[in-house]
């Protein structure tokens, strides 16, 4: 397995953000991480990272622990946050460059990334001149210059328009055939077209982990999601 989350639990102060949970993810497979706000998904995502730590359970990511691993497990990963960190002020190839320079990435594997994520025309602006949807293409690129196994997304369709949304749908779709990419997203339609197994959260508890096949046999994932967290 390339994520294997066994029994973790963590506080806020003394409220249980994430509690008990377990779940495992294989390469080539892209995983809806569903939950409404507060239901833990973002704590998880920055645990798995090791941006966090969890208070009880392990983590593996490609066989390291992410609490004695850390280094091992960041190179394994590629993370795209809520909040796309990024500095509006650089060109799109500088700041891919300081980013390849941090993980020690040949500078042709930058050409390489802006050709796979549709950013060759945009790659001489400023990141503050780019849209929403190009900006997004910016964290994606960054997540995946140093070709990482695993990939979590924390709602990288946020904000963009009907024909971005198609790009970075096929474009997720395409990098999963071959990694293994956690997905959240909030948007019903997008899980469906992208993946096919959702995790479902509420209070920081796992309340389903089903193929989408089989959950939506009589129901949409909308009325199931809305079934199970309300």
Sequence with gaps: MSIEIKNITKFYGKQKA????????KSGEIV???GPNGAGKSTIMKIITTYIKQDEGEVLVNNSNTLTDAILVKGNIGYLPEHNPLYLEMYVKEYLQFCADIHKVEKSKIEETISLVGLRTESHKKIKQLSKGYRQRVGLASALLHNPDVLILDEPTTGLDPNQLVD?????????????VLFSSHIMQEVEAICDRVIILKKGKIVTDSLISELTKDKSLTEIFTELTT
């Design 18 to 25: 994430v509690d008990n949970v377990s779940f495992s993810l």
């Design 32 to 34: 809806g991480f569903l």
């Design 168 to 180: 970075i749908r096929n474009l997720i779709k395409e990098i999963g055939k071959e990694k293994t």
